[in-house]
C-alpha cells in the first residue's frame, strides 16, 4: 500500500511567468518512451510480479522502493508543467461566444496539443510533448532478474539522456530546476541498479557511469543537489519497510565525495503550488464561487 504526502519531493516555486513551450518540452518527461510514467510502471508491475520475494529480499526491497520514489516523479514532474502553463490562459469572466483560447497554438506551437486535448487548463496529461498517449508496451518486466535489472539500468540511463535533451530545449529557470533534481535522482537510481547488478553477476557495471558522461558544472542546476549530497542518498519510502535495500546501497559514491546512506522517510520537499480556478474553461466550473463556497462549508466542518 501507500501513504501520501501533499507535498512535493523539491521544492519548486512557481514560474514567474507561463511558458508553454517549456511545459511542452517537460511534458514529455511525463509520457515519452523513457518518461517517469514509464519507470514507475516498470518497476511497479516488476515488484508485483517479483518472485521468490523473500529469498530474494534485497532486491525486491530495491526495485519496490525505487518505484515509490518514481510516484513522487511523476508528481514532480505534473507540478512543472502545470506551473509553466499557469497564467497562460486568459483569466476571468468572459462574455457568451468570445473565442477565449484563439492565441493559445501561437504561444505553444504542436507540442502544446497534448495540453489542449483535455481542456486547455486541465494541465498535464498522460502523454508525450506532442499529445501521444504513453503506452503501456513501455513496460519490461521478464520475470528474469538479471534481465530486469538490466533494463532498469538501461531505463535510468535513457531516461537521464532524455531529461538532458528536454534540458537543451528550455532556458527557463523553473523548468531547468526540476531537470536538475531528476537528472540527479535519475543518477542514483542508475548507480542503485548498477550496484545490485554487481551483487548477482559480478560485472562491475558501475564503471560505466555515468551515462551520459557529464561534469557537474554543465548542468548549473544539479549543483546545489550535488552539494548536498542528494547524489549519495537513497530514501526509504516506507515507515517499516524495505530496509534491505542497506545492503546493496552503502560503499563510497562513485565521485568520492562520501559515503552512500540510506536515509529513513521521504524528503522533506516543497508545499504543492497554488493554481487557481479558471470559469472560462469550467473549471471547476463557470459559477466557481458556488463550488468554492460549498467546500469552504465542509473544510470548516470538518475542522469544528
Keep these: ?62 526495485i519496490a522502493n525505487i518505484a ?23 483569466q476571468g469572466r ?71 535533451r528536454a534540458y537543451q530545449t528550455t532556458s527557463n529557470p523553473a523548468a531547468r530546476r526540476m531537470l536538475g533534481y531528476l537528472f540527479t535522482r535519475g543518477g542514483v537510481h542508475a548507480e542503485a541498479y548498477a550496484r545490485a547488478l ?23 542546476e544539479s549543483r546545489p543537489f550535488l552539494e548536498e549530497g542528494w547524489h549519495r542518498r537513497l530514501y526509504r519510502f516506507s515507515t517499516s519497510d524495505y530496509d534491505e535495500i542497506r545492503q546493496i546501497w552503502h560503499g563510497q559514491a562513485l565521485d568520492g565525495s562520501g559515503p552512500l546512506e540510506v536515509r529513513d522517510g521521504p524528503p522533506d520537499g516543497g508545499p504543492m503550488q497554488p493554481l487557481e480556478e479558471m470559469p472560462e474553461a469550467f473549471i471547476p466550473d463557470y459559477h466557481a464561487a458556488e463550488i468554492l463556497e460549498m467546500a469552504k462549508k465542509l473544510y470548516d466542518k470538518a475542522k469544528g
Excluded at 68 to 81: F, T
Design 68 to 90: 515509490a520514489e518514481e510516484l513522487g516523479h511523476i508528481e514532480l514532474v505534473g507540478a512543472a508543467v502545470n506551473g509553466l502553463l499557469n497564467g497562460a490562459q486568459p
Design 1 to 62: 500500500m501507500f501513504l501520501r504526502i501533499d507535498r512535493l519531493q523539491v521544492e519548486m516555486p512557481l514560474p514567474s511567468e507561463p511558458d508553454p513551450v517549456a511545459a511542452a518540452a517537460v511534458q514529455e518527461l511525463m509520457g515519452g518512451r523513457f518518461g517517469e510514467m514509464t519507470t514507475l510502471n516498470t518497476y511497479m508491475f516488476q515488484s508485483f510480479n517479483f518472485r521468490a520475494r523473500e529469498k530474494l529480499r534485497p532486491f525486491y526491497a530495491l
Design 94 to 164: 468572459t462574455t457568451d461566444g468570445d473565442a477565449v483560447f484563439k492565441d493559445l497554438f501561437q504561444h505553444g506551437g504542436p507540442g502544446l496539443k497534448a495540453h489542449v486535448a483535455p481542456g486547455p487548463s486541465a494541465g498535464v496529461v498522460c502523454a508525450d510533448s506532442l499529445g501521444n498517449p504513453w503506452k503501456g508496451d513501455y513496460i519490461f518486466n521478464s520475470g528474469n532478474l538479471v534481465l530486469d535489472l538490466l533494463h532498469n539500468f538501461f531505463l535510468e540511463n535513457g531516461a537521464r539522456t532524455a531529461k538532458l
Design 198 to 220: 554487481e551483487q548477482l553477476t559480478g560485472v562491475d557495471m558501475k564503471k560505466m557511469l555515468p551515462i551520459p558522461n557529464l561534469q557537474p558544472d554543465q548542468i548549473p
